[in-house]
């Protein structure tokens, strides 16, 4: 089956940026998407379909996929963005939904 | 406004069943493909399985093939997971979330199961 490797964490000061990796074979063949989950709460959709957001989402937040790497990067870092961070995608082979392993996010 | 809400998680003894069920409101329900995602304590998001916006094709993955069925009313806007021969790795907070082209772009608060004697 399909795997998506992500860095368990990773930790960045406010006003900075932080890059979340997602790695997978062929990754850029297919369209990724990208969730915030905050402890207690159910995930949000921050990017779709590799680089496109969502309405009410922070241009800080952008995605680029290439190769067998897609990236989040979110920029201007702030607080409010400590979160866990899960790339996705659809497996046509298998017929299933991959979810990333996640990232947790750490503003310093 | 759309919402999903969750409902009948609960403490089953291994071996056991239970029934889930996600209510929609806020948008057309049979226009949309849904699916369930779990998230057993402390771990990552796991697909579990998916239905077609006409119950056409239906999607599980291969930890609860066998032992879980998706299902949906169309004319209550509601989703279902019924799940049988539990184990204690089904323990997790089962989310119900719609599907929009290829990713989840609305989800539910979850129902926590917890399969334990």
């Known amino acids: 089956s399909y795997v998506l490797t992500q860095p368990p964490s990773v930790s960045v000061a406010p006003g900075q940026t932080a890059r979340i990796t997602c790695g997978g074979n062929n990754i850029g063949s297919k369209s990724v998407h990208w969730y915030q989950q905050k402890p207690g709460q159910a995930p949000v959709l921050v990017v779709y379909d590799d680089s496109d957001r969502p309405s009410g989402i922070p241009e800080r937040f952008s995605g680029s996929n290439s190769g067998n790497t897609a990236t989040l990067t979110i920029s201007r870092v702030e607080a409010g963005d400590e979160a866990d961070y899960y790339c996705q995608v659809w497996d046509s082979s298998s017929d299933s939904y991959v979810f990333g392993t996640g990232t947790k996010v750490t503003v310093l | 406004e759309v919402q999903l809400v969750e409902s009948g998680g609960g403490l089953v003894k291994p071996g056991g069943s239970l029934r889930l069920s996600c209510a929609a409101s806020g948008f057309t329900f049979s226009s949309y493909s849904m699916n369930w995602v779990r998230q057993a304590p402390g771990k990552g998001l796991e697909w579990v399985s998916s239905?077609?916006?006409?119950?056409?094709?239906?999607y599980y993955a291969d930890s609860v093939k066998g032992r879980f069925t998706i299902s949906r009313d169309n004319a209550k806007n509601s989703l279902y997971l019924q799940m049988n021969s539990l184990r204690a790795e089904d323990t997790a907070v089962y989310y119900c979330a719609r599907v929009d082209g290829y990713d989840f772009d609305y989800w539910g608060q979850g129902t926590l199961v917890t399969v334990s004697s």
């Open positions: 239905i077609s916006s006409s119950s056409s094709y239906i």
